[in-house]
């Protein structure tokens, strides 16, 4: 019978990926669950489909290595063989090779490396019960019995059969484009409406009425579609338990990871730009936060430190929280680093927000040496940039000797944006919703043409830029000014702007290569007049236009 063979490598690619993924998940929770038959049955079942699908496949060396792995996991399962470290590391190292090997046979070349070769001897030998050296040595191995492991709250098992069977992979491409479609709908059916208003007529009220139904029934449609890019958090988390694992044990400490929330949903497109800032910060939470475990015991502490990644809605964003039980941040460290680096005055008086803040700037470290986690002043100011690429923003809560709190806000989706609309220069911009506090106007006696200014706002000082001096030569000097005051680096400042036109949503749309590096701007949207508006990255535009004001005067 025919069939479609690339098809078939596809989704025995997809499915080996996914099963990969568990079974990692597993061999970490099977160190503090030893007795658990159901991972080990799991385990087992990933390990022999992969042999199966790898035969039918003709990839025999494949198919070879997988049945090595599935026998070591069936003599564990006979309890012919106990659960240790080393055998938990080997079958890890066994998981890494089969990523690697399962991609390299769909793309036809079936073979094992020297390296693979000693691993699949390493593991025949302890299924047999012959042999004791694992494959490549466990880099903690000579700290005593106790385990540096990562266990995740909850372990993801199987979906059911009839789960399954009503699941559909869908190319994250083809729900962009039509999330894309149902927003340029939303934009025709806005010109269409005004159009309708414009006719003042018996009839025109009639499609006025059909017009608003038909509205409805498009964002619902709109609310469906955003509704199947939605992902749970869980998945992401979990892969940061063997990162804990592997980090806490080559660093001689111990640490455990907890998932709380890991069944909170976000967009498919926010969640794979998260992985590299958290797993940075998981990195620094090891290296600066959780001490060694002798410090730790005499600090009245458990040995093994506490890393606990949090995810939950709160008023439409998602927040995720990272947080550990270690040494917390040493304030006067900062302090001093801070002022060597003249990022500070001598003897100015700062808040633990602005202080912590400070992490954020390039270069920044209070690393007394260079490790392969930290100490080169580069890390921290590349998560805050990428956090705010999501129109994201981060901040920092820590006590000393108690531990710290990282927490991210993030928007719900990279697609749509409630944002507001202003006029300045006589073109329209919107800036996010969620980073406004109020609107304020501007005293008659405070108009200028000068880019950057500072308004006294309840008795304090509140800096603000100028919209239109900011992009492009102002037409003419305005009548009136509105400031808009927004959340900026734990403090406060403000855009002014001539008109404020009220609450959008807008439909983003990336920028043309040729623009992505302009400060300030993060994208664009089409308004329901079929002009087009720029969306501002307020971060990046009040950081660059206030920083490029100071260094002008001095």
Partial sequence: MDFDREKVVAAFLAESEEGLERTEQHLIAAETEPGNLELLDEMFRVAHTIKGNASALEFPELAGF??????????????ELAISREV??????????LRALVPAAAQGKDSLSPSHQELKKAMASHASGLGTATHGSDPSSDQGSSPAVASPTAV?????????????????????????????????????????????TNAGRKLLEVHREIEGLQKNLQEQVMGVRLVPVGPLFQQFARSVRDISQSHQKLARLHIVGADVEVDTRVLEHLKDPLLHMIRNAIDHGIEPPRVRHSLGK???????????????????????????????????????LDLLPEGEKITDPELFNLV???????ADSVTDLSGRGVG???????????????????????????????????????????????ETYVIPLEMISECVELPQDEISSEPVGVLSLRGEPLPYVRLREVFGTPLRRPERENIVIVHRDGGYAGIAVETLLGECQAIIKPLNRIFRDVPGVSGSTILDNGRVALILDVSTLLRDV????????N
């Fill in 380 to 426: 921290m100011d590349v998560v805050r940039r990428n956090i705010e690429l999501l129109r994201g923003n981060i901040e920092i809560q820590s006590t000393e000797g108690q531990g710290t709190t990282i927490t991210i806000r993030l928007p719900l989706t990279l697609a749509i944006i409630d944002g507001f609309s202003v006029i300045a220069n006589d």
């Fill in 156 to 200: 993801p098992g199987s979906a059911p059969l009839g789960a399954r069977n009503r699941t559909l992979r869908v190319d994250t491409d083809k729900l962009d484009h039509m999330l894309n479609l149902t927003g340029e709908i939303a934009i025709a059916q806005g010109r269409l409406r005004r159009m309708i208003e414009d006719l003042q």
């Fill in 66 to 79: 997988a049945h090595v792995m599935e026998d070591l996991l069936e003599a564990l399962r006979k309890h």
């Fill in 88 to 97: 938990i590391t080997l079958l890890l190292q066994a998981v890494d090779a």
């Fill in 302 to 340: 458990p040995t093994s430190g506490s890393l606990t990644l949090t995810a939950f809605h709160k008023a439409g964003n998602i927040l995720i929280q990272l947080s550990d039980d270690g040494a917390g941040f040493n304030r006067q460290r900062i302090l001093a680093k801070a002022r060597s």
């Fill in 360 to 366: 954020f700037k390039a270069g920044f470290t209070t």
């Fill in 546 to 553: 206030i920083a490029d004001q100071s260094q002008t005067v």
